[in-house]
């Protein structure tokens, strides 16, 4: 097959300009779901991966969703492949990839055996994943304890949040289909949104306004930073915040929260200490698989995290159970007499429904009339 390249290291930056019918070029150990779903959203011939799709560590999920998506996948390809430059045609033959008619890189051409057989490895090795896990758990809670125990280190944030309810979107599993779900409860709650990084644009895609947006700011649009909401800028726990720049270049002037761990961490501790009333969660992680799928040490912070807040915090899944919309009986019955109503209109207007009204009145009449010979009425 052959196709224009798109290059980038960073899959999450390759996906904003990756289109159909073109080959991705990426520099990914362990393609997470999110990442390989965001790659399947933009239908590319090919993605060819500089690394090991799956390394073995623990079994994720990327390789997976992309076969099934009809994707031809290429790993191992080394750092060679990612010197192709941007726009020109590649042509990939089985695990070889050509530049007009120069070898660049050859890698393995993954098929479902092949992968479903990485899983399997990877499964066996799944205990030192967890050991690993465990002891970042312990580390983050020695270096964070007064953070998630007394909320020390939270700043001041304009935007009211106590006693009403939170609404943390991140671009992560099923966002959108949660979003969906979530209408009504949004429409009729009207609950604080906070977006996390790319989690802003998606409440704004939804046809909402942020009010406040948490992140480094790496993912998130120039158009969401500029739509109003409060920015809350994630540094590092010794101060450095690469996306105050940015911000700041915008005209904006941000609050800065330093804190290991992730910025949907930072979004939930900071909405837990100003007094939110319940969290509910959208495409957040919320198992064990998802936080070594998200292939990073810092996904220790999410499970404590979770355990910091947990009496408030709802899953988006669990609130489309739980939240329905009802209709009264009065309502129903209000609703069946406008459909009478709309149906008696129509066939007035009509030559055979006026025929159907004058048999019927002319039924009524005999019945009528039978009835007040029945009980003595006058003719």
Known sequence: MTGPARVDPRT???????????????????????????????RPLAVLNAQRSTSGRYPNLGPEILLGAGITLVDDLGPDVLTVVEGHPVRVVDG???????????GTLQDAESVAAA????????????????????????????????GVGVPDVVTPIDGRQVLIVVRGYHYKEDLVVLRPYIKEYRPVLIGVDGGADAILEAGWTPDMIVGDMDSV???????????????YRD???????????????????????????????????????????????????????????????????????????????????????RISSWQLTWLVIAGLLALGVALASTSGGQTLYGLAGAWFDDVWSSLRGLFGGGA
């Open 239 to 325: 101060g450095r915040a690469p996306g105050v720049e940015r911000v700041e270049k915008l005209g904006i002037t941000p609050v800065v929260f330093p804190a290991t761990g992730t910025s949907e961490d930072v979004a939930m501790l900071l909405a837990d200490d100003k007094g939110a009333e319940l969290i509910v969660a959208v495409g957040t992680h919320a198992t064990l698989v998802e936080f070594l799928d998200k292939g990073r040490s810092g996904m220790a912070s999410t499970f404590l995290t979770r355990l910091r807040v947990g009496g408030k915090l709802i899953d988006a899944k669990g609130v489309s159970r739980l939240y329905r919309q």
């Open 96 to 106: 070889e990839v050509y530049d007009g008619d120069r070898l660049v890189a050859e």
């Open 119 to 150: 899983l399997e490895d990877a499964r066996a090795g799944l205990a030192v994943q967890l050991e690993s896990f465990a002891a970042n758990t312990m580390d983050y809670l020695r270096r964070e304890r007064e953070l998630l125990l007394d």
């Open 12 to 42: 999450k930056n390759l996906t904003k300009r990756l289109r159909p019918g073109e080959i991705a070029i990426i520099d990914h150990l362990d393609i997470d779901r999110v990442s390989a779903e965001a790659l399947a959203a933009c």
């Open 221 to 235: 649009s120039d158009k969401a930073l500029r739509c109003g909401a409060e920015i809350v800028v994630h540094a």
